[in-house]
Nanobody, 124 residues
Framework: QALLAESGGGLVQAGGSLRLSCAPAARPFGDFTVGWFRQAPGEEREFVAAITWSGDTLYNDDSGKGRFTISRSNTKKEVYLQMNNLKPEDTAVYSC?????????????????WGRGTQVTVSS
């Protein structure tokens, strides 16, 4: 059973935008950090961005910094990943995860609740 639920993925042309959303399915965010990760076929899972309850953020410089923006609505209990100027190399399954901690981290070992992921495909 997925503990978080992602939505918003799809097929987009290079240069386009997508906004991913993450909401609790079986476990609340509480005031813990939430992060986005992605995994392309044949590749290892890669950290994308994370955000604390108060809004502190951390981005992976190699996977979208300057093009991706993470945000959260504590009232709506959702976390978002706005992705602009998408490139074919951004194609991957994007998953959100809730951290065990309240500080930002890019290690997947620090995250214990995961969603099943949403597919993002960027065509050239």
């Amino acid at each position: 059973q997925a503990l978080l639920a992602e939505s918003g993925g799809g097929l987009v042309q290079a240069g386009g935008s997508l906004r991913l959303s993450c909401a609790p399915a079986a476990r609340p965010f509480g005031d813990f950090t939430v992060g986005w990760f992605r995994q392309a076929p044949g590749e290892e899972r890669e950290f994308v961005a994370a955000i604390t309850w108060s809004g502190d953020t951390l981005y992976n410089d190699d996977s979208g910094k300057g093009r991706f923006t993470i945000s959260r609505s504590n009232t709506k209990k959702e976390v978002y990943l706005q992705m602009n100027n998408l490139k074919p190399e951004d194609t991957a399954v994007y998953s959100c995860a809730r951290s065990m901690y309240k500080t930002v981290s890019q290690s997947s070992d620090d995250y214990n609740y995961w969603g099943r992921g949403t597919q993002v495909t960027v065509s050239s």
